[in-house]
Structures are given as structure tokens and as C-alpha cells.
């Protein structure tokens, strides 16, 4: 008699809010799926403008991914869909709202990271993205995007010697510049140190044209170009003068002690092993070093091994030293790049187990023979 009580109840319910436009009826393959609406009410037009993108971009993005229907009205953001996605989409809402009063904008990348850290279960990490590492020349605001690149943050500010490996627009370079001049600016430091091995020359740089600057520019210019956005270029050309900036090919690291510098080796899987040790032995009182790379594109010759795969084996755990492998999930760049990444790691991940399996066959063969 309870259960029947409790069913009549819980029918009436439904029957109450379908007459209040609240839950509508959809009929899906002989399937009767409840439609339920909830509201978000927009505080300013700001978080409208941000949340909508351009040409309705974002919410395009949302709707899709969480199968609802986002609706203006009257100052109010309707949610319609099934419960369970609408309940998601106004939980991602209150996030995404207090991103936009915290000042960061949104744009379809941060809205997708988003969804997927929503899907997971993990929206509350959202919160975690806030705050600015350094304010670029043109006002604008450099942050973490993503939980990897706070993490990373987060060793170079508590280790003196950080490794930050990852593929392609993770942020490992333009993060690790912006710490630099974090750093700089607050008179942490007294140098900014940018380095990266010039392996297509051979680190053998007299047969090039020019002076100095001429040979390495070629190489140095992603660096160059973080310098350039976050300082603007005529104090970074004073700095340079100075010597207060100073961007160099590794070879002319040795023999050198680096006291009160910031230090960064850029590309650093094209060093090798003894590159390596000279490059984290030249360490002075005062300073850091952060040491990023691409352990997938290496130009070294096939019988060297890189000296930042060796280094991160060797020094695993050792005090002062921290290491993180960015991912897929970290790429900042058209989101395209994740798919080519995406591609190629499912390419070299099957290439291993063919090998591997040709391997096997070998020891296999061998081991019949002898039979």
C-alpha cells in the first residue's frame, strides 16, 4: 500500500510540472524520456558576452557536448534537456560564472577543458586555474589553462631545478618565460638565462654568417618572442644590452657558475647526456633552472640517447628537483594539435607492440632451433 502511495505521488509530481512547462514528455525510439528546464540567472552582461563567444561558439560547444538546449530569456540562461545533463550544465554555469567575475575570459578551449574535467567528476578543480602569473605588455593576464600547467607552476616555484616535458603547446616554454620574468620583476633574481642546444648546426656555430646574435637568432626566436610579449620590446632590448637578459646556445654555458639567474633550457631532448650534466652543474647560489622538452622529437642521431630522458630517470626524486609529463590534455593550441598528438601516440603506441611482437618471434625461433 506504501509503494503504490509513493508511485501516485511521485506520478502527480510529474503531471504537476508538465503542466508547468517545468518537465515536457519526449517520445525517443518507444523510450518516454522526461525533458526537464532549470534556470541560471545572468548577474551582469559580462558573463552573457563570455559565455555565448563568438557567433555562439561556446555555447554551440555545450550544448553538444552535454546534449541540452541553451536558451536566452529575459536575462535568464534556460537549461532544457534530460535531468542528469541539465543538472551538469548548471553546475559547469556556476563555475564558469565565477571564473568570469574572478576576470579571465573564456573562449572555446577553457570551456572544452572544462566539459571534460565536468565529465570526470571534477569541476570544483576549475577553481583551481585562478590566478596570474604575470601581466604581459599588452595587459594581458598569463595563467594556467589547465591542471597540468598549475602543477607546474607550482614545482618551479617550489623546486630550484624543474623538468617540464610534454609535446607541442603544453605551455612548457611560454609558462616557464613567464615565471622568469615573474621572478625578475620581483627582484628574485638579478639575470634571465635562455638556452637551447643548436643540434642542427652541430652546436658548431663559426661556418654560419654573422656575428653572434645572427648565428643564434634562428634557433632562439620562440624564446625571443615570449620575451618580447611580456616585456614589450624596448625594455627587452635594454635588458639584452644590459646583459640582464641573456640568450645563448648551450655550447656557451660551460665553465660558467649562474648565481642569482633564472635559467632556462629550452628543446632540451636534443641534449646529450654530457650536455646535460654540464648544463645542471652550472647552477649558482640563488638561482633556478627549468629544463623543458619533447622526449618525441628528438634530432639527435639514433645512437645517442637524450640527455632529458636520462635526467629525469636519474634525478627522480631527488630533493629540489621536480619533474612533470604534460599531456594531450594541456595543449592550448587549436584543438586540432590535440587530435594530430592524439594520433601519433595511438601510431607509436601500436609501432611498440609490433615490435615488441617481432621480438617475441625471434626468441621464439631461436629457441626452436636449438631444440
Known amino acids: 500500500m506504501k509503494i503504490i502511495v ?3 505521488v511521485i506520478i502527480v509530481k510529474i503531471i504537476i510540472a508538465i503542466t508547468t512547462n517545468k518537465i515536457k514528455l519526449k517520445i525517443l525510439g518507444g523510450l518516454i524520456q522526461l525533458i526537464i528546464q532549470k534556470k541560471f540567472t545572468i548577474a551582469d552582461g559580462n558573463f552573457e558576452r563570455e559565455l555565448f563567444g563568438n557567433f ?8 553538444k557536448t552535454l546534449n541540452i538546449d541553451v536558451i536566452l530569456r529575459e536575462g535568464n540562461i534556460i537549461l532544457i534537456g534530460e535531468e542528469k545533463n541539465v543538472d551538469s550544465a548548471l553546475k559547469l554555469m556556476n563555475e564558469l560564472h565565477q571564473t568570469v567575475s574572478n576576470g579571465k575570459h573564456l573562449d572555446k578551449q577553457s570551456i572544452s577543458y572544462s566539459l571534460s574535467l565536468l565529465l570526470e567528476g571534477s569541476e570544483q578543480k576549475i577553481k583551481e586555474l585562478e590566478g596570474t602569473i604575470v601581466i604581459t605588455q599588452r595587459g594581458k593576464a598569463v595563467q594556467p ?44 633574481v638579478s639575470r634571465i638565462i635562455l638556452t637551447r642546444p643548436a643540434v642542427e648546426a652541430g652546436e658548431s656555430l663559426g661556418f654560419l654568417p654573422g656575428d653572434l646574435k645572427d648565428k643564434v637568432d634562428p ?27 641573456e640568450v645563448a646556445p648551450l655550447a656557451f654555458m660551460r665553465g660558467r657558475t649562474l648565481d ?66 604534460l599531456t594531450d590534455r594541456d595543449v592550448v593550441r587549436h584543438e586540432l594539435v590535440q587530435r594530430i ?31
Not at 555562439?56 to 550544448?63: W, Y
Not at 601519433?344 to 632451433?369: G, L
Open 260 to 325: 642569482n639567474s633564472f635559467i632556462i633550457l629550452d628543446e632540451a631532448q636534443n641534449t646529450t647526456s654530457e650536455q646535460m650534466k654540464m648544463f645542471l652543474t652550472r647552477l649558482g647560489f640563488g638561482s633556478k633552472a627549468v629544463v623543458t622538452g619533447d622526449v618525441t622529437q628528438t634530432d639527435l642521431p639514433q645512437n645517442k640517447k637524450s640527455g632529458l630522458i636520462q635526467a629525469t630517470e636519474i634525478l627522480k626524486g631527488v630533493p629540489g628537483i621536480g619533474s612533470i609529463m
Open 6 to 8: 509513493i508511485k501516485i
Open 145 to 188: 589553462k589547465t591542471l597540468g600547467q598549475k602543477e607546474y607552476i607550482k614545482l618551479i616555484e617550489n623546486n630550484d631545478i624543474t623538468f617540464g616535458v610534454g609535446p607541442a603547446g603544453t605551455g612548457k616554454t611560454y609558462l616557464a618565460v613567464a615565471m622568469a620574468v615573474k621572478a625578475f620583476k620581483r627582484d628574485e
Open 56 to 63: 555562439d561558439e561556446n555555447v554551440k560547444l555545450i550544448e
Open 219 to 245: 634557433y632562439l626566436r620562440p624564446l625571443y618572442d615570449a620575451l618580447f610579449e611580456m616585456l614589450g620590446a624596448d625594455k627587452f632590448n635594454k635588458y639584452l644590452e644590459r646583459g640582464t637578459i
Open 341 to 371: 598528438i592524439r594520433a601519433y601516440e595511438k601510431h607509436d603506441k601500436r609501432e611498440e607492440f609490433k615490435k615488441e611482437e617481432r621480438k617475441k618471434a625471434k626468441m621464439q625461433e631461436k629457441t626452436f632451433k636449438r631444440k
